[in-house]
């Protein structure tokens, strides 16, 4: 398993790719696509050609992948205060007990679920990770932010409220219909990139770079030509995908 986490671990979170496979197929990539593309093809791994995925299609990864060696999974909806099913995750149970991971927010560390209202706190670098039990909601809530004390540009106090992931599991049918609908998103109109390389955060959102370390981070404004320079370099991206993507978008 830790293998198919450390290969999972260096594809960067994106939509770019999935903006140039809607605008070219004139509909949203389905499992199948994941499947034939990421999983059936070696020669088109993305772990190879650089291409990552948004939270949908890592999750869907990584559960084909984990099932392939023995593991018993299960996708996971999470609602954002008032807007629901808009990120996912994957439960898996080993050896008895009931493990989130979350590729899509770059969790690639197994994290024990709590419960009768406890919580669980963890440092996976950059970020200190918070899980916390709310039995008469249903959901585990994850909370992320930087180590207290350190300096942080983005004005996040630490461990901010993320997500609330539903504990009851979805079927693959109601998942990819959560997966079809975030092709339709907001974020879906703007570059929105993310990663963690040797323990520091990189996440680019329209023209705004976040590099946050351990210590602290900096956010950078970034021109038209640096959001290509850092989608290629910093993110791994083909600079072809990257081009055609911003085209698209401009």
């Known amino acids: 398993m830790r293998a198919v986490l450390s290969e999972l671990a260096a594809l960067p979170y994106e939509n770019l790719s999935k903006i140039v496979a809607y605008h070219r197929s004139g509909r949203a990539e389905t499992a199948q696509d994941i499947s034939s593309r990421w999983l059936d093809d070696p020669a088109r791994d993305p772990a190879r050609a650089g291409v990552g995925g948004t939270c949908f299609s890592l999750t869907h990864w990584l559960k084909t992948r984990l099932e392939?060696?023995?593991?018993?999974?299960?996708?996971l909806m999470a609602d954002k205060r008032?807007?629901?099913?808009?990120?996912c995750g994957l439960l898996f149970e080993h050896e008895?007990?009931?493990?989130l991971l979350d590729p899509g927010y770059l969790i690639f560390e197994p994290l024990l679920l709590p419960a009768a209202g406890h919580s669980l706190t963890t440092w996976v670098s950059p970020n200190e990770i918070r899980l916390q039990d709310v039995?008469?909601?249903?959901?585990?809530?994850?909370?992320?932010?930087?180590?207290a004390g350190s300096s942080d540009p983005s004005g996040m106090a630490p461990l901010k409220h993320r997500f609330d992931f539903r504990k009851q599991p979805v079927d693959a049918a109601e998942f990819e219909r959560h997966w079809e609908a975030s092709h339709h998103w907001e974020m879906m109109r703007y570059p929105v990139l993310n990663r963690v390389h040797n323990g520091v955060q990189y996440y680019l959102q329209k023209s705004s770079l976040l590099i946050r370390s351990p210590d602290g981070g900096e956010m950078k404004k970034l021109t038209q030509a640096?959001?290509?320079?850092?989608?290629c370099g910093l993110f791994g991206l083909p600079p072809e995908l990257v081009d055609e993507a911003l085209r698209l978008l401009s």
């Open 135 to 147: 039995s008469n909601e249903g959901v585990w809530r994850l909370f992320t932010g930087p180590r």
């Open 82 to 87: 008032i807007a629901p099913n808009i990120h």
């Open 226 to 231: 640096e959001v290509r320079e850092a989608a």
């Open 96 to 99: 008895g007990r009931s493990y």
């Open 68 to 75: 392939n060696l023995g593991y018993s999974t299960a996708y």
